[in-house]
C-alpha cells in the first residue's frame, strides 16, 4: 500500500471519530428545524437550545455534584489504595497472601451479583438521595490497590529502613517518603478512578431520585429518556454538549496521560 | 508497647480496605445468594420461597432472550473490533507523520460518556434525518430501519459500541506491533514468505494476547451493556436489545422483584466467570 492512500485511509477513519462530536457541537446551536438537513457548515447560529435547557434541568449544579463525587472517590482511592499496596509490598504480616488472593479474586468478581445488596444496603443505612451513596462505596479499589502494590515493590526497602530510622511513622513513610517517587502510579490510577466515577450512570440512577442530587450524566440521561426535552433535538444536544465538554477539554490537555494510563490498565488486566 | 504497635501497624493500614471488602463484597455476595431463595419488595416482610426463583428462570422467556441477544452483539462486536482495530494499527505503525494526532482522534469516544455516545449515535441511526441513512440514499441505497427494526436493533448497538471502544484496542495492539523487530519481516522476504505468511507467522504471535484481551473484555462488557440500550431503545423493538444489565435493572427497579433480580444477578455474573475461564483456557492452549 502506497503512503498517499495510508493518509486518505486514516484520515477518513479520524473523520468518522471526530465528526459525530462536531455535529453535536454544531447540531446543539443551531434552530431545531433545520437540524435534520445540517451537513458541514453550521445554519443559523442560535442559543436557543442552551437556554432552554438551562430553564429547564439544573445542569449547573449537577455538575458541581458529579465534580465532588468523583472528586472525593478519586482522593479516597488513591489515599486507601497507597496505604493497602505499601503494606502489601512492604510490610510482613500474618494474612498477606491470603490478603492480595482476595483482592484478585474481587477484581474478577462480576458487579452483577453484588449490585443489588449495595443498592439494599443503601436502603438500610438510610442513605439513599445522599451523596454517600455515591462516594462511600466507591472510596476503594482493588485496582488501584494492586497498582500501588506493584510501584511500590521497585523501590529499595533502604529507603523505608532509613526512614524509618529516623523516626519516621508508617503513614509519612507512605505518603511523604514513597507517594513522590510514583508519581506515573499516581497520575494513572487518579485518571481512571476520576474517569470511571465521572462517567458512571448506572449506580446513580440506581441510588438517587432527588433532581438536586444527581450527578451530570444521570440527569442528562434522564432528560433524553424522559420527556421533558419534549422531543426537541437541540435541547438534548446541548445537554450532551455540556456533559461531554469537561472531558474533550481534559482530554485535550492531558491527552498522552489519558492514552497511556488507558493502555497501562489495559495490559495488566 | 512498640512491639505491639509494630504487630499492629500493618493491620491498620490496611483495615480501611478492609471494613469496605466487608461491607461492599463479602457481605452482598453471601447475602445475594440468600436472597436468591426469597420473594422480597423490600418494604414487605421477606417471603421464603425455596427453588422458585431458580424454576421461574429457566422458564422466563425474557432471561433466555438476554442470553440471545448478549450472544449476537458480541458475534458482531468482538470480530468487528479486532478486525478495525488491527487495520487502523496496522496503518498507524509505518512511522507516519501526524501518528500523534491519529491515535488521539481514534482514541477520544473512549473517554467520552457512553451517555453523550449513545445521544450522538440515535441521531445517526434516525430513520429519515439520520446522517447514516442520508448518506446510505445519497449513494443510491436504501434506508436501514437501525434501530426500528426487531432483527437489526442489537447489531447497531453493536457498531456503535465497536465504534466507541475501538480506539483502546488500537493502541494496544500498536504496542503489540512495535515489539516485533523490522529484521524478522526482511528475514521473511528473503526466505519467500507472502504476506499472509508474514502475517501468519510473525505479527500473530505478536498480537494475540491483544486479540485475547478483547475477547475477554467484550464479553464482560457485553453483559455489563446498559446505558446504550437504556437511552435508545429501552429494550425495544420486542425486546430484541433486552440486554443482561438493563433485565437485571428493570425486574428490581421496574418491579421491585429483589429476590429474582438478584437470582438474575447470580446467574449472569456466573454466566461471565464461567465464559471467560472457558476463553482463557483455550487461550492457554493455543499458546
Known sequence: MSKPIKYILLTLAALSFLYPFYWMIVASLTPEAQIGELGILPKGLTFDNYTQMFAKIPIGRSLLNSALVAGLSTLGVLVFGAMTGYALAKLRFKGRNGLFFVIIFTMTLPFQITLIPNYILMVKFQWVDTLAALVVPALNSAFAILMFRQAFQTIPNDLVDAARMDGCGELRIVFQILCPNILPTIITVAILTFMNAWNDVLWPLIVIREERLMTMPQLVTLFAVGGRAEAQLGVKLAAAVLLALPVIVAYAIFQRHFIQSMASSGLKS | ?287
Do not use: C
Request: aromatic letters at 16%; proline letters at 4%; charged letters at 10%.
Open chain 2, 1 to 287: 508497647m512498640t512491639n505491639l504497635r509494630k504487630l499492629l501497624q500493618p493491620y491498620l493500614l490496611v483495615s480501611p480496605y478492609l471494613l469496605h471488602l466487608a461491607l461492599f463484597v463479602v457481605f452482598p455476595v453471601v447475602f445475594s445468594i440468600a436472597l436468591t431463595f426469597h420473594r422480597w419488595n423490600i418494604i414487605a416482610p421477606m417471603e421464603f420461597t425455596g427453588l422458585d426463583n431458580y424454576i421461574h428462570l429457566f422458564q422466563d422467556r425474557l432471561f433466555w432472550k438476554a442470553i440471545l441477544n448478549t450472544s449476537q452483539f458480541l458475534l458482531i462486536h468482538i470480530p468487528l473490533q479486532v478486525a478495525v482495530a488491527l487495520a487502523l494499527a496496522y496503518l498507524l505503525n509505518e512511522g507516519l507523520r501526524a501518528k500523534g494526532f491519529f491515535r488521539a482522534a481514534f482514541f477520544m469516544p473512549v473517554v467520552i460518556s457512553g451517555v453523550v455516545v449513545t445521544i450522538i449515535w440515535q441521531q445517526l441511526f434516525g430513520l429519515d434525518t439520520g446522517l447514516l441513512n442520508r448518506l446510505l440514499t445519497s449513494f443510491g441505497f436504501g434506508r436501514v430501519e437501525w434501530l426500528s427494526n426487531p432483527s437489526v436493533a442489537i447489531f447497531s448497538i453493536a457498531i456503535m459500541a465497536t465504534w466507541k471502544n475501538v480506539g483502546l484496542y488500537v493502541i494496544l495492539f500498536l504496542v503489540g506491533l512495535q515489539t516485533v523487530p523490522r529484521s524478522y519481516y526482511e528475514a521473511a522476504e528473503v526466505e519467500g514468505a507472502n504476506s499472509w505468511q508474514q502475517f501468519r507467522y510473525i505479527t500473530l504471535p505478536a498480537i494475540n494476547p491483544t486479540i485475547f484481551m478483547v475477547v475477554i473484555l467484550s464479553t464482560i462488557g457485553g453483559f455489563s451493556l446498559f446505558i446504550e440500550p437504556y437511552i435508545m431503545t429501552d429494550g425495544g423493538p420486542l425486546n430484541s436489545t433486552l440486554s443482561a444489565m438493563l433485565y437485571i435493572y428493570k425486574q428490581a427497579f421496574g418491579y421491585y422483584h429483589m429476590g429474582y433480580s438478584a437470582t438474575l444477578g447470580l446467574f449472569f455474573a456466573m454466566l461471565i466467570m464461567v465464559v471467560v475461564a472457558l476463553q482463557k483456557r483455550f487461550i492457554e492452549k493455543e499458546e
